[in-house]
């Protein structure tokens, strides 16, 4: 059984609690949070400990694994404290809002040959990786392009805006990651955003919409079409386009029952309210994984190189708004 410290008791922490207390081979040992009315909660949703202070989780012997669900700005400390205490790693998205902390903290933590997932969940998606094993398996033969469509239902209160680091590297990192999952690397970066005339994106200096391409090592093209809010609910689609065909993937909804009337056809309900519904089933085999990894003593299918490759994208995407520019990576 693998005994893991739950760091951030906000609502990602929340969502990978619920995670671990379901898995039949982890435990829920501790919950830790500087609020203490939140780490309270949700340790007695759980039944479990609570605490103040990580440093309970890293001093604690029996403790095998932390997921960091702590604020951005926290991530390379905790990072780094826990693997100096010898625990497993689960890392929330991003590891930082800056390439030169990543680096120092790979620097200083490297030579202990750390065990570090990070927390794409998106890539145990079920139909995004579906899609990914039957490109594969050549179902559309040579990628040509590849759309990514990323709407959040409503935009974040403003002063989430003003600490989050900005769209591509707070919102958009998860599609970054998403298009090197399905067609590798990138070479080039461009990117248009608009603050839609909304006075809390304008003061925050950030985006409430934006289209990223991007061309891929293997020649494919990519497009980002991404928004802070969305009429219709949480809209996150993905298609694959190929030599041979296409693949897929469509919104979900609550049920697959469709209606049709003298006025409309194919009508369905609301779109999964937000990522708690729609992704809770990519958060589980996310921490399967964490699970199995650890187990077989083998690196986890997207880590700490992953977390650093997407904030690359993104501060290209960045420096193409700023310039005008396509920017080329590396």
Same mark, same amino acid.
């Not at 070479?187 to 248009?192: D, F, G, K, L």
């Given at each position: 059984m693998l005994r893991i410290a739950m760091l951030g008791a906000g609502r990602v922490g929340q969502v990978h609690a619920r995670s671990v207390v379901a898995h039949p081979e982890a435990e829920l040992a501790l919950v830790v949070d500087p609020i203490e009315a939140a780490a309270t909660s949700l340790a007695a949703t759980h039944g479990t400990r609570w605490s103040l202070d990580p440093q309970d989780a890293f001093e604690d012997a029996s403790i095998d694994a932390v997921i960091i669900g702590t604020p951005t700005n926290t991530h390379t400390e905790m990072l780094a404290r826990a693997v100096d205490a010898g625990k497993k790693v689960l890392l929330e998205k991003p590891i930082d809002l800056d390439l030169a902390r990543i680096d120092d903290v790979?620097? !200083? #933590? $490297?030579?202990?040959a750390p065990f570090v997932m990070l927390g794409f969940n998106r890539r145990f998606d079920p139909s995004f990786r579906e899609v990914k094993e039957r490109v594969q398996q050549?179902? #559309?033969?040579? =990628? !040509?392009a590849l759309r990514i469509t990323s709407r959040d239902p409503q935009p974040p209160p403003a002063a989430y805006l003003s600490a989050s680091g900005g769209m591509f590297k707070d919102m958009t990192i998860h599609d970054f990651d998403m298009a090197r999952f $399905?067609?590798?690397d990138m070479?080039? =970066?461009?990117?248009?955003a608009s603050d839609n005339g909304l006075d809390a994106f !304008?003061?925050?200096?950030?985006? %409430? $919409?934006a289209i990223i391409t991007m061309r891929a090592v293997s020649g494919a093209l990519v497009t980002i079409v991404d928004s802070r809010s969305c009429a219709y609910g949480y809209d996150q689609r993905l298609e694959a386009f190929g030599d041979l065909?296409?693949?897929e993937v469509g919104n979900w909804t609550a049920t697959s029952v469709r209606s049709a009337s003298a006025t409309r056809t194919e009508a369905a309900g609301p *779109? *999964?309210? &937000? &990522?708690?519904? !729609?992704y809770l089933p990519a958060f589980q085999n996310e921490l399967d994984e964490f699970v199995q990894a650890i187990k077989a003593d083998r690196a986890p299918a997207v880590g700490f190189a992953d977390g650093r %490759?997407? *904030?690359v994208l993104a501060e290209a995407a960045n420096e193409s708004v700023a310039t005008g520019r396509v920017v080329k990576v590396g």
């Open positions: 790979w620097a !200083r #933590i $490297q030579a202990k050549g179902e #559309i033969g040579m =990628v !040509r $399905q067609v590798g070479v080039e =970066v461009s990117a248009v !304008r003061e925050a200096n950030d985006h %409430a $919409q065909g296409s693949l *779109l *999964l309210n &937000f &990522f708690l519904e !729609r %490759a997407a *904030l």
